[in-house]
């Protein structure tokens, strides 16, 4: 059974960079046709997609986060990270990580089938 857990800090400050780690078991991140998505929630919000980085290493973000998102991965630790900069309180969400399919390189099923519990992210000074 494939689990995904978040982790990082509870609270950032403003300007800050924030970095969530998603760590995954019972399945590479390198296997192919998975991307690992970032999403988020804020207080009374529905959910935001961040961007994912996929089995091979490539990177997409949202426009909406494009400029200030990066994503990356350490295979030996089967993980994923998530770097946000320049934070404000508007970035205060529950951040999640989550599974996406596809049946070959080029497509992707646009349906999240494993996600994380979430970690909730408070920017505040």
């Known amino acids: 059974q494939v689990q995904l857990q978040e982790s990082g800090p509870g609270l950032v400050k403003p300007s800050q960079t924030l970095s969530l780690t998603c760590t995954v078991s019972?399945?590479?991140?390198?296997?192919?046709?998975?991307?690992w998505n970032w999403l988020r929630q804020p207080p009374g919000k529905g959910l935001e997609w961040i961007g994912y980085?996929?089995?091979?290493?490539?990177?997409y973000s949202s426009p909406s986060f494009k400029s200030r998102t990066s994503f990356s991965r350490d295979t030996s630790k089967n993980q994923v990270i998530l770097q946000l900069t320049s934070v404000t309180p508007e970035d205060t969400a529950v951040y999640y990580c989550?599974?996406?399919?596809?049946?070959?390189?080029?497509?992707?099923?646009?349906?999240?089938?494993?996600w994380g519990q979430g970690t909730q992210v408070t920017v505040s000074s």
């Open positions: 980085i996929g089995y091979s290493g490539s990177t």
């Open positions: 019972g399945g590479s991140i390198t296997t192919n046709y998975y991307y």
């Open positions: 989550a599974r996406e399919g596809g049946t070959n390189a080029t497509n992707r099923s646009n349906f999240y089938d494993y």
